[in-house]
């Protein structure tokens, strides 16, 4: 079948051919025309004199004396007009969002050829509407004074408010203009205006012969009138190109526009007496794919596209086209491209937003305003700014190594707040992680300058065209602030550079002609395929949801002939249908599965095609289905791989155990049999969680540093031995702030010559360890004389256990540790002290209950285990005394002991202690037990904040 553009080749030879030089084609857009000088040349036999092509924006162009301005400066000079003529003391960056919308309204005004007074007057009487639009048509005037009714009643503030900026908008679109004809300037709707009104009066430049206008939907009133013009007064013609599918049924929205011209004088003879009908006359295969997720749909058509490349070797790729209806799939679909794809040719605007390099100016200036200076004048750097940086994928690759090691050190010593000493010394780095103060411009120069020669270093050819378009913004944008003699501050900037990278499009360069070609939705325009495929066909994408915001209302719109939501979804109902028309085999995919907010709907065309045209579709839904019980049980057996890793906590011949169990990880094992395999057979530790305060699981270890450092720091000093008498406390006491800020100097790994900043929660949380720790020197003052034996004292024990294998009995040691938290002695007692910030009660029932899954008590446990290390370590021959500092004892006055339910507090860890080893020895045994898998606990309560619980799929 015959290409559009190979039918309108073959007309202008047929017409034209002794005279090709002097003849003008118009079409719609510039890709058009490129694809069509490849037809002309295979119409011609011998050479010739090109005809002129051009696309309607270049030959408006040349019509204007004027020059288009960009659309930074267009917006900036708005802002400049309307904050005067409003006198509103609104910044750019905030004027900017609605500064785009009243230029697209302007130039909608110009190239619908609406006059503006009319339309911003008041239209608030009746009067006014009849004496001042009585060109309008009945039921237009009708339209209008709905949208005005009720108007002549009392007025509301909000009304006149609203009626004062109609008022107003049209001397800022007056004065925007002067201000723009003054310096010979334009927007695009100017230059089509001042053509469709002077276009008899012109001396039409680069016109000589006859014009043909090729391609055109959907007219703007300025191109009506100039192709009209042309056609009265230059014997010009215009060929359509259409369907006779959605040209006789007059419900087809895709036919609206070409249906109304057909209908005109002035156009009705360039329509064909019988409209072609490719859509229904052809054999087509159409496919309509559902498939999970975007991303799932560029998956998909690379497997298709390799299928088909691998079956027909020979295939021309300029013959297939892959249709975005969602830009942002553009890379998904690059990358999942088969190798039997050797060229492509990416037709379409890139959003600049979607470029890696936008996310990490963000990042960057996110790091800008999270810098701050210590009392001492250090530069500090928020860790969540700095790790998203060298983790950025424009950044790691350049150093992985270095970058990984430098993310794992803050992670691992918590370091909230960084220097440049902490940093690596990598160019780009350097040129990041300084202030820049006043010199926003310059400083994010001088980063892009660094990352546009580390890409030419690796040749990455598509991030040096990212860098470079945004240098040229941020060079465009530098211009125009030095030209009006502005500055701009840090927040302003950033929202402001936010929204003009939103609004960019990165075009990509290459060889049009060749390969397969990937495009955006409007470019398909006047371009046939043999292979077609469309990703997105969804609603909110197919049609397009973008470009109708506006300050001119609905009603208004449609009454003065501007373009509205009605003929948006008729220009692209016209584009998916003309798409359809000539190729053999279409495919058309949707995402089934959208996301929270919705996206999974089929769209409005597909519905269409299948329930109201008689093409033979084959429709197909991608989905792996897969029956989800109810409760997933997860058992792992032990195996040999998994005793291997076991095998890690026993004493050997060789070597004493790599690995030992601590009385969290037999809590934890009592919890979760499942947990405890996670975290200490597999090793799958819970990834390291930055904190920038001291939240409830970091306090623990605040008040246990402190503690630590106020004794030992003391004691060091005075050195008149370990026992602490009552003088003592009250020294120690004025020593609680300066423990504290070392503490948390150390949880968040500030070095000894910076000060500590508090900011934030952590000025309440240094508050609340002072209180701890003043309870806990006030029951120490109550205890004195004691003597101070030591603190996070280390303990390890090689525990003999009988371990059954094949039905016999072989004994087995097991590694154990812990840390004992202080250790004090008095009376021939030894207190073994564990602080805890929380609730943990001291009394328990019986020894057996706290290794009980649903009952244990973790602090009585905990205690006992320690006293079992110590008993084991130093042979005691005083009294062992667990006991447990926790909030109810230092606040309410509780005893710190523990207490048994039935024979009172204890003060002789001793008496259970051969109780509590045959328990433990159970329990440790079950560990190495082959026949008890590790398997999850019934009690799914604890699972509501396990690490693990995306894999058991509980929580």
Known sequence: ????????????????????????????????????????????????????????????????????????????????????????????????????????????????????????????????????????????????????????????????????????????????????????????????????????????????????????????????????????????????????????????????????????????????????????????????????????????????????????????????????????????????????????????????????????????????????????????????????????????????????????????????????????????????????????????????????????????????????????????????????????????????????????RLPFTGEPLKGLQIMGVLETRNLDFEYVFVLSMNEDFFPSQGGKHSFVPYNLRKAYGLPNYDQQDAIYAYLFYRLLQRPKNIELYYNTEGNDLGGEEMSRFLQQLIHESNLDINMQVLANYAEVDDTRVIAIEKDDLVMQSLSRFLETAQHPPLKRLSPSALNTYLDCRLMFYFRYVADLYEQDDMDEDVDARSLGNVLHYAMEVLYLDYLSEVGDGPVIEKADIKNLKKRIDDAAVKAFRQQFAVSAERKFYFEGKNIIAKEIIKDFMKSILKLDEQYVPFEFIGAEQKYELDFEIDHDISGESTPIKVGLRGTIDRLDKKNGKVRLIDYKTGQDKHLFESIEELFDRKKKNKAAFQTFYYALLYQYKKEPTDLMVPAVFNKDALFLGEDVMLKHKTMGMVDNAAIFLDEYTTQLKALIGEIFDLSTPFNQTDDEAKCKFCAYSGICERG
Do not use: C
Request: charged share 25%; glycine share 4%.
């Open 1 to 504: 079948m015959k290409t559009f553009l190979q039918q309108v080749a073959q007309k202008l030879v047929k017409d034209h051919e002794n005279s090709l030089e002097s003849v003008t084609v118009i079409f719609p857009n510039r890709r058009a025309g490129l694809f069509f000088r490849e037809n002309i040349k295979k119409q011609i036999s011998s050479p010739i004199w090109s005809p002129r092509i051009l696309s309607f924006q270049d030959f408006i162009a040349y019509q204007s004396s004027s020059q288009i301005a960009d659309k930074l400066f267009l917006t900036h000079r708005l802002f400049e007009v309307y904050t005067k003529i409003m006198k509103t003391g609104e910044g750019f960056d905030r004027f900017y969002y609605w500064g785009q919308m009243l230029l697209k309204d302007f130039d909608d005004i110009d190239k619908y050829l609406v006059n503006p007074e009319n339309l911003y007057t008041n239209l608030s009487r009746q009067k006014q509407l009849d004496l001042t639009f009585d060109f309008l048509q009945p039921e237009q005037k009708e339209i209008i004074q709905r949208f005005w009714q009720g108007f002549d009643k009392t007025k509301s503030e909000e009304k006149e408010r609203f009626e004062f900026v109609w008022d107003r908008l049209y001397k800022v679109y007056a004065n925007f203009q002067k201000s723009l004809k003054d310096e010979n300037l334009a927007y695009e709707g100017m230059q089509y205006r001042y053509v469709a009104d002077n276009v008899d009066k012109l001396n039409l430049r680069n016109i000589d012969g006859p014009v043909v206008f090729a391609g055109f939907n959907a007219l703007n009133l300025a191109e009506e009138k100039i192709i009209s013009w042309f056609i009265k007064n230059r014997q010009a013609s215009i060929v359509w190109d259409l369907d006779d599918y959605y040209m006789r049924n007059g419900h087809q929205e895709a036919g609206h526009f070409l249906r109304t011209y057909k209908e005109t004088n002035t156009f009705a003879s360039s329509f064909p007496k019988e409209n072609p009908q490719y859509l229904e006359g052809e054999e087509k295969q159409i496919n309509i794919i559902g498939v999970p997720q975007h991303v799932g749909q560029a998956k998909v058509v690379g497997q298709k596209l390799g299928e088909l490349l691998r079956d027909n070797p020979e295939f021309d790729l300029r013959k297939i086209a892959v249709v975005l209806a969602d830009e942002a799939l553009l890379f998904p679909v690059l990358h999942s491209l088969p190798e039997e794809v050797e060229a492509i040719n990416v037709t379409m605007g890139f959003p600049l937003a979607y470029a890696p390099v936008n996310s990490l100016i963000e990042h960057i200036l996110d790091l800008q305003k999270s810098i701050r200076k210590d009392p001492d004048g250090h530069v500090l750097y928020n860790f969540k700014p700095v790790l998203a940086i060298i983790k950025h994928p424009m950044i790691m690759p350049h150093n992985p190594e270095g970058l990984e090691r430098l993310a794992e050190d803050i992670i691992k010593n918590n370091k909230v707040f960084l220097t440049n000493a902490d940093l690596i010394g990598e160019p780009v780095i350097k040129s990041i992680f300084k202030p820049a103060e006043e010199n926003l411009i310059t400083y994010l120069s001088e980063v892009l300058l660094a990352l546009h020669r580390l890409s030419e270093r690796e040749e990455n050819t598509v991030e040096i065209e990212y860098i470079h378009h945004f240098y040229q913004i941020l060079n465009r944008y530098s211009e125009l602030l030095q030209a009006v003699g502005q500055k701009t501050d840090l927040a302003s900037f950033s929202r402001l550079f936010k929204q003009l990278v939103r609004t960019e």
